[in-house]
């Protein structure tokens, strides 16, 4: 039964990105053929795809769901072959996309949307290494780990179909994902270029010593972050706004909110400053096992998406 018109989706790159990936589409019912030349990549996938499973669990498989569906070749041509969407999850280098892409192009079905995870890069860019059709090539963005967080950013370059953009939005959905289409491309697409803003300032307050890592961490994740996990900035200001709503929050709150913007700190990642910040981390942890602070962070993510599908806040 296919999904969208998507039966089989080629994962083409197995890393952390990747192996996410493959496990959501598992869990969807849909065949999976990944592809990665790294050394033990395929032992490596099956173990991270059997790690994700137990809360994909939790969470609802679908009828069809099943680990044995995953296919593995260390050719991505073939790879894509017999695939009916395409996310290719390589390297964060140009040079090296455009290598990957030239072969994804010759070897996918004219029709078969492919998408980029990229992180930043532009989708323009990318499609120069598609010769025959740059047409159907589009970011689809997720957000780590792609098999539990919603979001997709799908992102058009020049030369994308709106046929395309279509589909993939189309399909992304249609496997439980929350898509939003950017009307422009640029550096970082909209969720990572906020999350820099943040980081810089998080980054600059450690460094001028206003705070400690673990400082900022708990401010956030004990402070707004809740509220973030709920609604986003906008309407979280417009609650916060009473009865006049986000107009009453901005009269009041803008004025002394362009000062704060103002004094916002201006940072660079020295050596220094990314050895205190990696020393602040590692004392935040204090010997916490890294992959039980993952389970444990996995566990609150899937109750969180459960209460936000119960109350309609999805």
């Known amino acids: 039964m296919s999904v969208a018109g998507v039966d089989r989706v080629a994962v083409v790159g197995t890393g952390t990105i990747g192996a996410s990936w493959a496990a959501h589409y598992l869990a969807h019912g849909l065949d999976v053929t990944a592809t990665d030349p790294a050394p033990g990549a395929e032992d490596r996938l099956r173990a991270d795809v059997a790690a994700h499973w ?15 569906r995953l296919s593995f070749t260390a050719d991505p041509s073939d790879a894509v072959a017999d695939a009916d969407f395409v996310q290719e999850n390589g390297p964060e280098r140009e040079n090296v996309k455009h290598d990957l892409y ?66 993939a939005m189309d399909f992304y959905a249609a496997v439980g994902k929350r898509p939003i289409r950017l009307r422009q491309e640029l550096p970082g697409h909209v969720a990572n270029r906020l999350q820099a803003a943040l980081w810089q300032e998080a980054f600059s ?20 972050g809740l509220r973030w996990a709920v609604l986003g900035p906008f309407l979280n200001l417009h609650l916060s706004g009473g009865h006049g709503g986000i107009a009453h929050m901005l009269e009041h709150l803008g004025p002394p909110m362009e000062e704060w913007w103002r004094d916002l700190g201006q940072v660079t990642l020295t050596p220094e400053l990314v050895q205190e910040l990696a020393a ?25 998406l459960a209460a936000k599908d119960e109350t309609g806040l999805a």
């Open 102 to 167: 030239a072969a994804l192009d010759a070897a996918a079905r004219p029709d078969v949307v492919l998408a980029s995870s990229s992180s930043g890069l532009l989708p323009t860019a990318i499609a120069r290494g598609c010769p025959h059709h740059p047409e159907r090539l589009v970011i689809g963005h997720p957000f780590n780990p792609p098999h539990l967080i919603p979001l997709v950013e799908v992102v058009p370059g020049e030369r994308t179909s709106a046929e395309t953009v279509d589909r």
């Open 205 to 224: 307050l450690v460094e001028r010593g206003v705070a400690s890592v673990s400082d900022v961490d708990i401010a956030i994740s004990q402070g707004p």
């Open 54 to 68: 137990p809360v994909l669990e939790r969470l609802g498989l679908s009828e069809r769901a099943s680990q044995d």
């Open 280 to 304: 602040g981390v590692d004392e935040e942890l204090a010997g916490t096992d890294v992959a039980e602070l993952i389970a444990r962070r996995d566990v609150v993510l899937d109750a969180l």
